[in-house]
């Protein structure tokens, strides 16, 4: 399985924009969304699983919603009310395993997309 995110660009303060992950074959277990600004580590974003249920960071709630299509083979990331600060590289990743929040070792990552938020 490979992954493709696709969806970034340069939006204005309080815009929205939405992130898709295309795999190139059958979605796994988790799949995750997570982000990486210039000199800072990378944070989760959040977890869809294939179930459906989702798990978002506490920092996390109420801006970003994920949701994934098995039949695309894709997860998005709506993204809302964003703020420069939600700049940074975002990156997807998919997992066979049911991961746990706390868990970064995903099997599989995407190339990234560029967000930036311009006041």
């Known amino acids: 399985v490979q992954l493709q995110a696709s969806g970034g660009g340069l939006v204005l303060t309080g815009g929205s924009l939405r992130l898709s992950c295309a795999a190139s074959?059958?979605?796994?277990?988790?799949m995750a969304w997570f982000r990486q600004a210039p000199g800072k580590e990378r944070e989760l974003i959040g977890i869809?699983?294939?179930?459906?249920?989702?798990y978002y960071p506490d920092s996390m709630k109420g801006r970003f919603t994920i949701s994934r299509d098995n039949r695309k083979n894709t997860m998005y990331l709506q993204m809302s009310s964003l703020e420069p600060e939600d700049t940074a590289v975002y990156y997807c990743?998919?997992?066979?395993?049911?991961?746990?929040?706390?868990?970064?070792?995903?099997?599989?990552w995407g190339q990234g997309t560029q967000v930036t938020v311009s006041s």
């Open positions: 074959g059958r979605t796994l277990s988790s």
């Open positions: 990743a998919t997992d066979r395993r049911q991961m746990r929040p706390l868990n970064m070792d995903y099997g599989i």
């Open positions: 869809c699983w294939s179930g459906g249920n989702t």
